[in-house]
């Protein structure tokens, strides 16, 4: 079983390597907004307490987790799934192996999917001041060292669908790969009118490349054929203009949801931008927090729960107080 750890220290054991990835903690404090969620938001009670617990929890260690995947969530991090701040992105990182985990469990599934991490796309994919051969060479070990060197699946001959979780300039989108029609769709929440190798750096395209010749290197059947395929943008009706802060909620949630249909069957749940939209994005920020503190790829699961269950205990002062002391700290814990 894969496993990440979320003790609610401040551990972290990658650093961001890329100049673009490497602003991401002080664009986060720039987000802070010191607001709390709409009053008269319901959320179910176990989802409640969860995201009270980790506002409020009065046990500030900052020892560091590891991991059997290298996903070290701290508190701080964690903290980022709260509404108006940017996600952090070892947050999305730990929800891809949720995901793969899940995929894992599926029986005789009709779409089997595979979900990488946000180290694979780096910048060196679209540098071309970088020989093709040595990104190729970088692309394959990333590529071996996220499937652990399984052989099954380092050939994807039974995945569908593979995602590649892009973090490029403080956004996050998604370029997933269909193995089987083939394709190269690209699903970001931004209503850009931009073409796509300006929009995304050529990244899409380069990635194609990289993975098409890994494909063929493993003597996969859609190597040749998926070469030559034009990446293409999803069309989506929920698509923002003025959001700047969800994208990763966003990818978080067309993860879960897209099976290769485009706009056709996918069946998102989100309306178009509105106040109502980011009502149910705010309900999908405490929606996964749940379910990653929660899931039993999370190694301090029990210890979540054991916290949770004494939060709850307090009197509605004592949580009060501790709520506010949360919020008026978490700043200092990005």
Known sequence: MPSFS?????????????GDESSEDEH????IKNEKLDEGES?????????????????????????????????????????????????????????????????????????????????????????????????ESNIKDA??????????EKVHLVFFLVHQKNHFYIICINLDEPAVDVIDNRNSV????????????????????????VNHKSASTLEGVEPERVNMNWRTRDNHVECGVFCMHHMETYMGDKTVNWTCGLPKESKQQQSVLNELRIKYLTKILLSDTNTYKLKIIARTAKFAKKT?????????????KRGERI
């Not at 617990?53 to 260690?61: K, T």
């Not at 499937?147 to 994807?156: E, G």
Request: aromatic share 12%.
């Open 316 to 328: 509605n002062e004592e949580i009060k107080d501790l709520l506010d002391k949360g919020w008026e």
């Open 6 to 18: 979320l003790g609610l220290g401040l551990g972290l054991t990658q650093e961001f390597q890329e």
């Open 147 to 156: 499937m652990k060197k399984d052989k099954k699946l380092l050939t994807f």
């Open 194 to 217: 931009a073409k796509i190798p300006r929009a995304y750096r050529d990244a899409p395209n380069e990635l194609k490349i990289l993975f098409s010749r890994y494909l063929m290197r």
């Open 43 to 139: 959320y179910d009670l176990e989802e409640t307490e969860c995201d009270n617990n980790i506002l409020g929890i009065e046990d500030d260690e900052d020892k560091k987790r590891e991991t059997k995947r290298g996903y070290v969530l701290g508190r701080g991090m964690i903290e980022t799934m709260q509404a108006g701040l940017w996600v952090h992105a070892h947050v999305i990182d730990a929800w891809t192996d949720i995901l793969n985990y899940e995929e894992k469990l599926k029986s005789n599934s009709t779409v089997n999917r595979y979900f990488f991490d946000t180290s694979m796309v780096r910048q060196f994919i679209f540098d071309k001041n970088i020989p093709f051969n040595e990104r190729f060479d970088k692309f």
């Open 28 to 31: 986060m404090k720039k987000e």
